[in-house]
């Protein structure tokens, strides 16, 4: 996959928690740590984003449409 550099600006302590990271070898490199942060932010939303549209399902709704698929399969 392409890779595309960018700048990111961060706060001091965030940096020396970042660097400490590095240097425990929990991550190879700060560009790594960040990508996987990154990464990581993502997934959450599109989960955050998915629970939001399942709360939005009428499950008795869900439930007739289950029912009926169901019942069209044995025909």
Do not use: T, W, Y
Request: aromatic content about 2%; charged content about 35%; hydrophobic content about 45%.
């Amino acid at each position: 996959m392409a890779r595309s550099k960018i700048a990111v600006s961060l706060d001091a302590h965030v940096l020396r928690r970042l660097d400490g990271l590095v240097e425990e070898a929990v991550f190879p490199s700060r560009s790594q740590a960040i990508e996987v942060a990154v990464q990581e932010k993502l997934a959450s939303l599109d989960r955050g984003r998915l629970a939001r549209e399942c709360a939005k399902l009428d499950p008795n709704f869900e439930k007739a449409l289950a029912e009926e698929g169901l019942a069209g399969e044995h025909r």
